[in-house]
């Protein structure tokens, strides 16, 4: 920003420096990450949106900006939003610099499930929407010990401390990474071999399914000997629920729990 010079139109300015009346709901709404993305469409203002991070799910008739989650303070000034939603990733000179510039900026976060049902709420709050929020997740009895896996060659998981390892739990599943110390473990074969879980679920981009991820495990050298693996107890589930703390995440246990009872 240090030395740029700005040449906007008017009609920015105006928008920018003169923003709407308190009592107004925001009707121009910038979303600075999925999960804020996923809170605006919960709150039923998806149409409010007029931009959003390339990496979230919103209609292709909304722009995406430039640097994602990080954008430059000019790009979100240019488009005259009168609500900026943001996370503690966004840089805080950008936040500062677009509040300087008279623009509302909210910081929203979540770790957990309980903090996703609690933003989504405040996020409904901003934009003065009335709409249901999601239920909340309610953890079950474990039953059976799972691992969750970014990849079915990969070691990459979910522990302690993260929405992941609570949406297992509301599926009624023993996290076996939660043992293994920190949110995002990578484990290792030999380490997965002695845990054998009894499910194994692999979060998937929408890239694979679950016959050719059973095939990849059963050629791998050491896991194929889990009994997971022998007997087919695994499944392909979206890695965004996992991923993305939005409020897609507060039923994905339910989804998981059924899909467990298939197994």
Request: proline residues 8%; glycine residues 8%.
């Amino acid at each position: 920003m240090r030395g740029r010079v700005w040449i906007l139109a008017p009609a920015v300015l105006a928008a920018a420096f003169c923003p709407a009346s308190a009592g107004a709901p925001p009707q121009r709404v910038v979303s600075l990450a999925p999960s804020l993305t996923q809170m605006v469409e919960v709150a039923g203002a998806s149409d409010r949106l007029i931009a959003v991070t390339p990496f979230c799910q919103a209609s292709g008739k909304i722009a995406r900006l430039p640097g994602g989650i990080q954008p430059e303070a000019e790009e979100v000034l240019g488009l005259a939003p009168d609500l900026v939603l943001a996370t503690a990733m966004t840089p805080a000179t950008t936040r500062q610099q677009l509040r300087d510039l008279g623009i509302r900026v909210e910081v929203v976060d979540a770790l957990s499930l309980a903090d996703i049902r609690a933003s989504t709420a405040r996020v409904a709050q901003l934009l003065q929407s009335d709409a249901p929020l999601p239920a909340e997740a309610t953890p079950r009895a474990p039953t059976k010990s799972a691992v969750l896996l970014f990849g079915a060659d990969t070691g990459y998981s979910a522990g302690c401390g993260t929405h992941a390892n609570e949406i297992l739990e509301a599926a009624g599943l023993r996290n076996i990474a939660a043992a293994a110390g920190g949110p995002w473990p990578q484990l290792g074969d030999e380490w997965l071999l002695a845990a054998d879980p009894d499910v194994i679920i692999v979060a998937d981009y929408g890239t694979t399914d679950r016959a050719t991820v059973l095939e990849t495990l059963r050629r791998h050298p050491v896991r194929r000997h889990l009994s997971a693996v022998r007997e087919g107890r695994v499944m392909v589930f979206p890695a965004s629920v996992f991923s993305v703390p939005g409020p897609a995440a507060l039923q994905a246990g339910e989804a998981l729990h059924a899909e467990v009872l298939k197994l």
